[in-house]
């Protein structure tokens, strides 16, 4: 489209340039979204004339389906990174793992947030593209996450290995900023966790990723597999809408289906059916 001007930008023109861009779908249609709204200011405030003819992006196509590709871990191969890992990394995973906290917001944890005696994590920050956001989209996002017996023994015993282990310090405290800061979550898992999850015989297909985020994935799965009724998942996931809980584990074949359907396949078979 270059230096085009925004009444000769045809439709094609936007679907062709959406589609040369390495993005995401949902990323690609968000774009798509905001060149919309650009266009509709434009017409608003007598820029440009108030028709169709000239806002092309209400013709233009762009999927908003994802094509990523979860690995969703089970206990037995989390455990197996656990193996891996050791002092801030192996710490940190299990946290993510055994709370389902995002990585921006473990990183953003102070070991105050820590509240041993009340056996609660406080999420008041998270740790994003090297700055500290002190605000939550939602009330549910800030929600205190249980912290478990286990879990705290893990934490407690990092707390006394690391350096930075007073109040005021960054839980998973970056030595080369001296403590100043968090760590690279990106590092983090480039160096220790990817390695770590190759060893305990992770694979990765076309389209798939892997990262802190999966154990949030595998714990959601691994709860419903279990019969954990969806609002315990959704409280402890804190998403403010059931339906963003159900979308996490929607593309799985869970075990409570595969026992649902084994149970009907034995009640077709000859010979199953009793007669009163």
């Not at 953003?108 to 994590?121: A, F, P």
């Amino acid at each position: 489209m270059g230096k085009s001007d925004a009444l000769d930008i045809q439709p094609l023109e936007i679907e062709g340039w959406l589609g040369s861009l390495a993005l995401a779908n949902p990323t690609k249609d968000k774009i798509r979204r905001i060149m919309s709204i650009v266009y509709t200011q434009g017409q608003k405030y007598g820029l440009l004339p108030r028709s169709d003819s000239s806002n092309p992006v209400k013709w233009v196509e762009q999927s908003s389906k994802s094509n990523y590709k979860p690995i969703v871990l089970d206990p037995t191969t989390a455990a197996k990174i656990f193996e891996a890992l050791s002092g801030a990394e192996l710490a940190l995973t299990i946290l993510v793992a055994a709370t389902g906290i995002r990585i921006s917001e473990a990183m953003g944890l102070k070991w105050d947030d820590i509240d041993y005696q009340s056996k609660q994590i406080n999420l008041r920050r998270v740790w994003v593209n090297d700055t500290v956001v002190e605000c939550f989209k939602t009330e549910d996002s800030e929600a205190p996450v249980p912290l478990t017996e286990l879990l705290a023994a893990h934490l407690r015993d990092w707390q006394r290995e690391t350096v930075y282990g007073r109040p005021s310090d960054w839980v998973f405290a970056s030595a080369r900023s001296k403590g100043r800061t968090p760590r690279s979550s990106s590092v983090l898992t480039v160096d220790h966790l990817r390695p770590a999850a190759i060893a305990a015989g992770v694979t990765l297909k076309p389209g798939q990723r892997f990262g802190f985020h999966n154990f949030r994935h595998g714990l959601a799965s691994w709860l419903v597999n279990k019969g954990t009724d969806v609002k315990t998942v959704q409280g402890l996931l804190r998403h403010s809408n059931v339906k963003t809980t159900l979308g996490l584990y929607a593309h799985q074949v869970n075990a409570s289906m595969l026992v649902a359907q084994d149970s009907m396949m034995r009640a077709l078979q000859p010979g199953s059916q009793t007669v009163n």
